[in-house]
């Protein structure tokens, strides 16, 4: 089966950049578009990013999302406390074993 | 706007059948543009997709528990139900129904319960 690897873990000060990587194949992100969900320990994940890089209404311009062949990313920009979740990219495979949905291992962002 | 909830025991025994429901308010599980998620997450680890479930009926699985699981929709109480067979401790997790528009692919979820804990124990 195959796997969307993510950093497990990633950090900033208060009003820096941090871009959040996730790495694929050519079944699942070379093929298909990325989407990003946001998780507050505790509490259910919410996306935050669909479509590789479209914001759902509601969620602010600081979180970008981007896709280059069969890595994506999540950025974000001017880093607030409030940010401090753990971070999914998630995508479809359409493998020998597909098609099924991929969740990366998740990035705990830390607002230091 | 939708809102679904998760229903189901909190303690299912190892090797008895795992059975949860989602309710869901606020729309029709038979529109055609929706799919259903189940997802879960064991304690402290990361996001596990289980299945997508289609009004078509042609539904997709996690190859690593499509042995075990299947799926169903009531369209008379707006419900969609997941049971998991055979469980072992491996299996402990939260688990979350969620929702996605078919237009925008199928593994963008934009709805989500706040999710339930099942426990197996021996």
């Known amino acids: 089966q195959s796997v969307l690897t993510q950093p497990p873990s990633a950090s900033g000060t208060p009003g820096q950049h941090v871009t959040i990587s996730c790495s694929g194949s050519s079944s699942n992100i070379g093929s298909h578009d990325v989407n990003w969900y946001r998780q507050v320990p505790g509490t259910a994940p919410k996306l935050l990013i669909s479509s590789n890089n479209q914001r759902p209404s509601g969620v602010p311009d600081r979180f970008s999302g981007s896709k280059s062949g069969t890595s994506a990313s999540l950025a974000i920009s001017g880093l607030q406390s409030e940010d401090e979740a753990d971070y999914y990219c998630?995508?479809?495979?359409?493998?020998?074993?597909?098609?099924?949905?991929?969740f990366g291992g998740g990035t705990k962002v830390t607002v230091l | 706007q939708l809102q679904l909830q998760e229903s189901g025991p909190g303690l299912v025994r190892s090797s008895d059948t795992l059975s949860l429901t989602c309710t869901v308010s606020g729309g029709s599980i038979s529109r055609t543009s929706f799919y259903w998620v189940w997802i879960r997450q064991p304690p402290g680890k990361g996001l596990e997709w289980i299945a997508n479930?289609?009004?078509?009926?042609?539904?997709n699985f996690s190859p690593s528990l499509k042995s075990r699981v299947a799926v169903s929709a009531d369209t008379s109480n707006n419900q969609f139900s997941l049971q998991l067979t055979s469980v072992t401790a491996a299996d402990t997790a939260v688990y979350f129904c969620?929702?996605?528009?078919?237009?925008?692919?199928?593994?963008?979820?934009?709805?989500w319960g706040q999710g339930t804990m099942v426990t197996v124990f021996s």
């Open positions: 969620a929702v996605g528009w078919i237009q925008k692919g199928h593994a963008s979820f934009d709805i």
């Open positions: 479930i289609y009004y078509s009926g042609v539904n």
């Open positions: 998630a995508t479809w495979d359409d493998s020998l074993n597909g098609p099924f949905v991929l």
